[in-house]
């Protein structure tokens, strides 16, 4: 059974940072693209960043770019997200996804999130 | 960077059909493909529908897909409503560079 498990959320004031993980297992973690996904409370869905299996590539949504950054750990079978700089509209549950790269791609399993507050 | 707009919500009674659509700001539709997901309270999104037609296993054949390059416009279809299907629904679909949701929609069943 595929699982995705969150951790690292929590209390931050402006300007500080935080590191999120996500545990995989289930899956050759490995073989897969991976991905963060956030929601700002009561917003919808924003994609955040995408690394490649191998970690050579890497992209990000504007907003983040220069403060976040995606890396992952085959080896232990985990994602992270390292937030520097965070400021309050940084403020959201954070999901780790699976990317299925097929004809397009996609993403088919997510995990339940972790919590990101930013505030003083 | 585009942009997916989708109504903010919709409405219809058991036993109906809905339709959700989902328009593209920039770029053909019909160049990457376009995703949906359905989002329960409470609880992670879920995926109902993958390039631009195709049906996860699991998920009923009441959903489906399809894109209109006219319009440049993804629509999802939900027919035989149940009460079940009440949920914020997400499109989602990419470029080189960027991935992009639209701002979901929020159908209620009643």
């Known amino acids: 059974e595929v699982q995705l498990v969150e951790s690292g959320g929590g209390l931050v004031q402006p300007g500080g940072s935080l590191r999120l993980s996500c545990a995989a297992s289930?899956?050759?973690?490995?073989?897969?693209?991976m991905s963060w996904v956030r929601q700002a409370p009561g917003q919808g869905l924003e994609w955040v960043a995408n690394?490649?299996?191998?970690?050579?590539?890497?992209y990000y949504v504007d907003s983040v770019e220069g403060r976040f950054t995606i890396s992952r750990d085959n080896a232990k079978k985990s994602l992270f997200l390292q937030m520097n700089s965070l400021r309050a509209e940084d403020t959201a549950v954070y999901y780790c996804?699976?990317?299925?790269?097929?004809?397009?791609?996609?993403?088919?399993?997510w995990g339940q999130g972790t919590l990101v507050t930013v505030s003083p | 960077n585009f942009m997916l707009t989708q109504p903010h919500s919709v409405s219809e009674s058991p036993g109906k059909t809905v339709t959700i659509s989902c328009t593209r700001s920039s770029g053909s539709i019909g160049s990457y493909s376009v995703q949906w997901y359905r989002q329960r309270p409470g609880s992670a999104p879920t995926t109902v529908i993958y390039?631009?037609?195709?049906?996860p296993s699991g998920v009923p054949d009441r959903f489906s897909g399809s894109i209109d390059s006219s319009s440049n416009s993804a629509s999802l279809t939900i027919s035989g409503l149940k009460t079940e299907d009440e949920a914020d629904y997400y499109c989602?679909?990419?470029?080189?560079?960027?991935?992009?949701f639209g701002g979901g929609t929020k159908l209620t069943v009643l």
């Open positions: 390039e631009n037609n195709q049906r």
């Open positions: 989602h679909s990419y470029d080189t560079r960027s991935w992009v």
């Open positions: 690394i490649r299996q191998d970690g050579s590539d890497k």
């Open positions: 289930g899956f050759t973690f490995s073989s897969y693209w």
């Open positions: 996804a699976r990317i299925i790269e097929a004809t397009g791609y996609y993403f088919d399993y």
